[in-house]
T-cell receptor, first 112, second 114 residues
Framework: AQSVAQPEDQVNVAEGNPLTVKCTYS??????LFWYVQYPNRGLQFLLK??????LVKGSYGFEAEFNKSQTSFHLKKPSALVSDSALYFC??????????FGTGTRLQVFP | DTGVSQNPRHKITKRGQNVTFRCDPI?????LYWYRQTLGQGPEFLTY????????KSRLLSDRFSAERPKGSFSTLEIQRTEQGDSAMYLC????????????FGPGTRLTVL
């Protein structure tokens, strides 16, 4: 069965520092991976996806993610964090049907 | 705004009452999904449609839940005889059917069952 794990409930980082939000996955077959962000009282916003190809995927708002097949990971990264990046981040994997299976989320707090 | 819209945004009801939520997807999207999100959890899949056909239903979708997409455009999710455990955020998403397209989410309907 497909699953996603986000091992950190919260990540704290100072503004201007690099950030990493971790995600590991378990799938049978090829992994199709997504990152979404959720701001308070708003729906999930798509950030980026990995389907195939280059292991470093670039997305919206300066975010990128690194796919590592041997470690079954898909960590979200940003070189320089902004206070406005503070939000709830979800990693998801596309199941063998078309539904998404989400992790439990990681709250990112960026301090000025 | 051409994004996914959901109505109502908030619904408070008493246990045992029926509620219905509506989702209007992005106009050219032929796939429509419903998810449920409880506090501290990620969204959980409920069901999805391609055009008007309901292609998959989660085991979470008990017989009190029913979803329709009668003309392949908007969709409704009805919960009959609501229970306190139904309190959650109900999210709708839409996507194109080709390739591995990302899903675009609406703002959600927050249901509180008293």
């Amino acid at each position: 069965a497909q699953s996603v794990a986000q091992p950190e409930d919260q990540v704290n980082v100072a503004e201007g520092n690099p950030l990493t939000v971790k995600c590991t996955y378990s799938v049978s077959g090829n992994p199709y991976l997504f990152w979404y962000v959720q701001y308070p009282n708003r729906g999930l916003q798509f950030l980026l996806k990995y389907i195939t190809g280059d292991n470093l995927v670039k997305g919206s708002y300066g975010f990128e993610a690194e796919f590592n097949k041997s470690q079954t990971s898909f960590h979200l990264k940003k070189p320089s964090a902004l206070v406005s990046d503070s939000a709830l981040y979800f990693c998801a994997v596309r199941a063998n049907t078309d539904k998404l299976i989400f992790g439990t989320g990681t709250r990112l707090q960026v301090f000025p | 705004d051409t994004g996914v819209s959901q109505n109502p945004r908030h619904k408070i009801t008493k246990r045992g009452q029926n509620v219905t939520f509506r989702c209007d997807p992005i106009s050219e999207h032929n796939r429509l999904y419903w998810y449920r999100q409880t506090l501290g959890q990620g969204p959980e899949f409920l069901t999805y449609f391609q055009n008007e056909a309901q292609l998959e239903k989660s085991r979470l979708l008990s017989d009190r839940f029913s979803a329709e997409r009668p003309k392949g455009s908007f969709s409704t999710l009805e919960i009959q005889r609501t229970e306190q455990g139904d309190s959650a955020m109900y999210l709708c998403a839409s996507s194109l059917a080709r390739g591995f397209q990302e899903q675009f989410f609406g703002p959600g309907t927050r249901l509180t069952v008293l």
